[in-house]
């Protein structure tokens, strides 16, 4: 069966989307996102609603105002985006789960410093990287990875 014909599982009563996050992937999450705003009276969204929403975003390029209705606000989603962008949230989440990867395949949590200061120097020199390409120089075809993602959603909102 196409993937255009399969049914979507639904999420917090409405139909998923494909950037939407599975169960197991949110379990995994969810200590990693901070409380929403503590100066808000009530919460009308959930967390996962509102990490939904940003994949979305980050995941189809639409701008922030073109966000489906079936998510929360795009005002709210962008301001719960850029303040855990401020506070580097989106780099200690990817940085927890790189350690949990390269735990489960049993390579070191993290490279050395001098591994990484060796990389640097060798790359300064214009020593090629593996993949052939010299330092400061990007690959061409898709995005670089989620943090070149989240990066690039900054420059993406609505006037």
Not at 84 to 97: F, P, V
Request: hydrophobic letters at 30%; a positive charge; one cysteine or more.
């Amino acid at each position: 069966m196409k993937r255009s014909h399969q049914r979507m599982p639904m999420t917090l009563n409405r139909q998923a989307y494909p950037s939407d996050l599975t169960d197991e992937q949110w379990e995994l999450l969810e200590p990693l996102v901070p409380a929403l705003c503590a100066e808000a009276a009530y919460h009308v969204h959930a967390r996962r609603e509102i990490v939904n929403a940003i994949l979305y975003v980050l995941r189809s390029g639409c701008p922030w105002r073109l966000l489906p209705h079936e998510f929360p606000a795009w005002g709210t989603v962008y301001y719960y985006f850029r303040r855990w962008q401020r506070e580097g949230i989106w780099e200690q989440l990817l940085h927890t789960l790189r350690m949990q990867v390269r735990r489960k395949q049993g390579r070191d949590e993290e490279r050395s410093r001098s591994d990484h200061r060796q990389s640097i120097d060798q790359n300064q020199r214009g020593a090629r990287s593996p993949k052939g390409l010299r330092y400061g120089e990007k690959k061409s075809g898709a995005g670089n990875g989620t943090s070149s993602l989240i990066r690039k959603a900054t420059c993406w909102r609505s006037r």
